[in-house]
C-alpha cells in the first residue's frame, strides 16, 4: 500500500514543463507522423511510460473524464497517482471519455467504443493515448493529410499491429473521429483523424 | 516579498490546460471552430482577447514573439499586447518575421513566407462565416455539420449580380481541406492565398465569440469562387512609395486635402528589410537631404 508521500511527484516545475509538453504535443498534432521529444519528466510508474505522465499532467483535470484499460487500471498507484496530481475523474464507461490511456495495445477495445464526436460537434470525441514498443524502428507507414508535406513516413512498433487499418473508419466519420496519440517513453506522435495511409509496406 | 505578480504568460494553468485542449482539438480538424471557455483578458473585447488567450497558451520562456497590426509592427494594439507579453512572460520580442517564432496578427499576413517553426496566431472578431447570412447559432452549427454553403455562394453572386464581380474584399470565405468553409479573420482577400499549403501552423482565437479554430501545416486551403469568377486577389496597383516593391499589399495614406496620397506596404517589417537593402521608392527620403536640413 503506497501512500500519497510516497507517490512518484509531479513536476518539478509545473508551469514551465506543461508549456513545454504542451508544445511537443501541439507539434505532433500539426504534423502528423513526426517524432516529437517530450524532454520535461514526472515520477514514472511501472505501467506508465514517462511520456504518458508529462501529456497527463499537462492536459487532464476536473474537466476531462478518463478511462484506463485493463492493465492501466490495476495498478492502484497509477489510479492514485493521476487522482493525486489531475484530478481527473476515471469513469468506467468508454464513450464519455475525453482522454482514455491504454498500456497494453493487444486489448485495445473497438475503436467505435470511445466518444466520436457529433457532426455538430466533433471536437467532443475521445483523444487515445495509446503507449506503444517503439516510434523510430518497426514496420514503415506512409501517411498523408494535412500538416504532412506530400507524404511522410513513420517507423513504429505499434500494438494493435492493424491500428491503422482500424483508424481507417475515421474516413468515412469525418469530420467525427478519434485522435490518437503514441507515446514510446520520451517520444510521441500523434494521428489525428485527417491522416491517411498513403501505402503500407511490411 | 518576491512573488511574481502574475503566473508565466499571465493566465492560470487550469485555463491553459483548457485553452490547450481546443487548440489540440481544432488542429485535428482543420477549420471548424472548437468552442472554448473564453476569459476575460486585461483588454476590452477587440482588442485581439482570443488572440492573446491562444499565444498566453502556447508560448514558452524560449520563444520569440513578433506582434502586428494590419501589418505595422508599430501601432498601438501591437505594442501593448507585446508588452504585455514581455512583462508577463519575459519572453523576447522581436519585429523581423524570420526571426520570431511566435507571431500574432491582426488581420494581415507578413509578406515574408512564414517557416516550420513558427506559429501564426490570429485575432478574430466574428469566426462565423455565416453568421451574417444566418444570425442563429444552432442553425449555423447545422450548417457546418452537414457542409450546406449553399448561401455563401449564394452571397458570392449577389455580388457578382450587383457589382460585375465578387465585392468581398477582406474576411474571404475560403474552404479548408476540402471540408469547412471557414473566415479567415478580416484579412484583405489579397493575403488569402498565403494560407495554402502555408509551412507554419495557423491558430485563431476568437475571444469575445469563444471559438479556436486552426489550420495545420501544409493544408489545403481555397477561397470560394465560381468558374466563371475565379478569385482574384486585390492591390492599389502602385508600387510602395518607400522601398518601391511590387507585389506587396499596400495602405493608401492621404498626404493633403488637394487628393494627394501615397501607396506604402502594410507590411513595416518587409518594407524596412527592402529599403535596407537599397530598395526605394518615388518618395523614398535621399539621406544627404536630411543631413542639409532642408524641408519640404
Not at chain 1, 492493465?71 to 464513450?95: C, I, Y
Not at chain 1, 477495445?109 to 517503439?134: H, K, M, W
Not at chain 1, 482500424?166 to 506522435?189: K, M, Q, T, Y
Not at chain 2, 486585390?234 to 487628393?259: H, M, Q, W
Request: hydrophobic share 40%.
Amino acid at each position: 500500500m503506497t501512500t500519497i508521500a510516497e507517490l512518484p511527484p509531479g513536476f518539478a516545475d509545473r508551469v514551465l514543463s506543461a508549456q513545454s509538453t504542451f508544445r511537443s504535443v501541439m507539434d505532433a498534432m500539426a504534423r502528423p507522423g513526426s517524432v516529437q521529444r517530450i524532454v520535461p519528466t514526472a515520477g514514472a510508474l511501472h505501467t506508465m511510460m514517462r511520456g504518458t505522465a508529462a501529456i497527463a499532467l499537462t492536459l487532464f483535470d476536473h474537466d476531462t473524464p478518463l478511462w484506463l484499460d485493463a492493465r492501466m487500471a490495476e495498478n492502484s498507484d497509477v489510479m492514485k497517482w493521476l487522482k493525486f496530481h489531475t484530478g481527473a475523474p476515471v469513469v468506467q464507461d468508454t464513450s464519455i471519455a475525453s482522454f482514455a490511456l491504454i498500456s497494453d495495445g493487444a486489448a485495445l477495445p473497438p475503436l467505435e467504443c470511445f466518444a466520436l464526436g457529433t457532426n455538430e460537434y466533433p471536437d467532443r470525441s475521445t483523444t487515445l493515448i495509446l503507449q506503444v514498443d517503439s516510434l523510430g524502428s518497426g514496420r514503415s507507414v506512409e501517411l498523408r493529410g494535412p500538416g504532412i508535406d506530400g507524404s511522410t513516413t513513420l517507423q513504429a512498433s505499434i500494438k494493435p499491429f492493424d491500428l491503422f487499418e482500424r483508424l481507417r473508419f475515421n474516413e468515412a466519420l469525418f469530420p467525427r473521429g478519434l485522435d490518437v496519440v503514441l507515446v514510446a517513453d520520451d517520444a510521441v506522435v500523434a494521428i489525428p483523424r485527417t491522416t491517411r495511409v498513403a501505402n503500407k509496406e511490411s | 516579498m518576491n512573488a511574481p505578480a502574475y503566473n508565466f504568460a499571465y493566465l492560470d494553468e487550469q485555463t491553459k490546460r483548457m485553452i490547450r485542449r481546443a487548440i489540440l482539438k481544432a488542429i485535428a480538424i482543420p477549420g471548424y471552430q472548437v468552442p472554448f471557455a473564453s476569459r476575460e483578458m486585461p483588454m476590452p473585447y477587440g482588442w485581439g482577447t482570443g488572440g492573446v488567450q491562444v499565444t498566453a497558451a502556447i508560448l514558452g520562456p524560449e520563444d520569440v514573439l513578433k506582434v502586428i497590426d494590419q501589418g505595422s509592427d508599430d501601432t498601438t494594439n501591437a505594442i501593448s499586447i507585446r508588452k504585455f507579453f514581455a512583462k508577463t512572460a519575459g519572453v523576447a520580442t522581436t519585429t523581423a518575421t524570420d526571426e520570431a517564432t511566435v507571431i500574432q496578427t491582426r488581420h494581415r499576413i507578413p509578406e515574408t513566407a512564414l517557416h516550420e517553426n513558427q506559429v501564426l496566431v490570429y485575432q478574430v472578431p466574428i469566426p462565423e462565416p455565416l453568421r451574417f447570412l444566418e444570425p442563429r447559432e444552432t442553425e449555423t452549427r447545422r450548417m457546418h455539420a452537414l457542409a450546406e454553403y449553399g448561401l455563401m455562394h449564394v452571397k458570392l453572386y449577389e455580388d457578382i449580380a450587383r457589382f460585375g464581380h465578387i465585392a468581398t474584399a477582406y474576411a474571404y470565405p475560403v474552404k479548408v481541406n476540402a471540408r469547412y468553409v471557414m473566415d479567415p479573420s478580416p484579412t484583405p482577400k489579397f493575403d488569402n492565398p498565403k494560407m495554402d499549403n502555408c509551412a507554419a501552423l495557423q491558430l485563431f482565437g476568437a475571444g469575445r465569440e469563444k471559438r479556436i479554430y486552426a489550420i495545420p501545416p501544409y493544408t489545403k486551403v481555397v477561397s470560394l469562387d465560381f468558374e466563371d469568377h475565379p478569385f482574384e486577389p486585390y492591390r492599389f496597383n502602385a508600387p510602395c512609395a518607400l522601398c518601391g516593391a511590387e507585389n506587396s499589399y499596400l495602405d493608401e495614406i492621404v498626404t493633403d486635402d488637394k487628393g494627394g496620397r501615397m501607396f506604402v506596404c502594410s507590411d513595416t517589417d518587409y518594407c524596412e528589410g527592402r529599403q535596407a537593402a537599397g530598395h526605394h521608392g518615388s518618395l523614398s527620403a535621399a539621406p544627404y537631404k536630411e543631413k542639409a536640413g532642408s524641408h519640404g
